[in-house]
Each structure stands twice: as C-alpha cells, then as structure tokens.
C-alpha cells in the first residue's frame, strides 16, 4: 500500500470540514484499507499454498 497516500488521507481526514468531503476522503481511505487487505489475504493464501506444496 502506498503509506504516504494513506497517511495524506488521514491528515486531510482529521482536518476537514466539510462533511461531504469527509465522507469522500473517508470512502477513499476504505478502498485503500479493502485493497491492502485483499492483497494480504491473497499472500496468506500464496504462502499456505507453498507451504502445503513443499510438505
């Protein structure tokens, strides 16, 4: 993931006025958060894979 994007949402997060540019900038930080965590679930998958084919 891109932790400096993550980190500029979250200072424009804790900053914001606007409640419909919260809610804007909060949705993209979801969709980062969603794809970190699918990227870390298809490693974990990758990784027992490996381990079963190894054993």
């Given at each position: 993931?891109?932790?400096?994007?993550m980190?500029e949402?979250?200072?424009?997060i804790?900053?914001?006025?606007?409640s419909?540019?919260?809610?804007?900038?909060?949705?993209e930080?979801?969709?980062?958060?969603?794809?970190?965590?699918?990227?870390?679930?298809?490693?974990?998958s990758?990784v027992?894979?490996?381990r079963?084919t190894?054993?």
């Amino acid at each position: 993931m891109d932790d400096e994007k993550m980190r500029e949402l979250c200072t424009k997060i804790s900053s914001e006025k606007d409640s419909e540019r919260l809610m804007q900038l909060v949705e993209e930080l979801m969709k980062l958060l969603a794809a970190e965590q699918n990227a870390v679930q298809k490693n974990e998958s990758t990784v027992k894979a490996s381990r079963n084919t190894a054993a």
